[in-house]
């Protein structure tokens, strides 16, 4: 499902604190893009305190060997699209999405700049039709009886 990142780009009131970059928001992306391109831009809004931009171009994929932690994540009480960040050319911009709940504890811990937002209705019902069509949950184990 091909997406677009809304960036955030924040000043803190701190005189000693450098800026402060997240990805803040996720939304299907409508918009064909050719290959080779570098993602396109665009700003939404833009302030000496607070700047937002679009970053479009990316891709959600979904892969068998990663079910177990879509559904982990699908079932949490608020679902995340989990976004790995480099800085380039000045600016904060995604490099890699993902669905998976283990995807993003990777990402976190790998020491890279990465955030969990919260997952749009569109990618959330994206989301169900593939765990139903492709997910079995792992049958309960009976404990053995003493006797």
Do not use: C
Not at 111 to 126: F, H, L
Not at 128 to 139: D, G, N, R, V
């Amino acid at each position: 499902m091909p997406i677009a990142v809304i960036m955030q780009r924040r000043t803190p009131q701190h005189r000693w604190a450098g800026e402060a970059w997240a990805a803040v928001g996720i939304v299907p992306d409508r918009a064909v893009h050719p290959a080779g391109t570098p993602p396109p831009v665009q700003t939404l809004s833009a302030s000496p305190e607070r700047d937002y931009y679009l970053v479009s171009g990316l891709e959600l994929e979904l892969y068998p060997d990663e079910n177990e932690g879509y559904f982990e994540n699908f079932m949490a009480p608020e679902s995340k699209v989990f976004v790995l960040w480099r800085m380039e050319q000045g600016r904060a911009m995604p490099v890699r999405a993902s669905v998976s709940y283990v995807e993003g504890t990777r990402m976190f811990d790998s020491g890279e700049s990465a955030d969990g937002v919260p997952m749009p209705a569109e990618i959330q019902a994206w989301l169900q039709a593939y765990l139903q069509a492709h997910y079995q949950p792992p049958k309960p184990r009976r404990g053995r009886q003493h006797g």
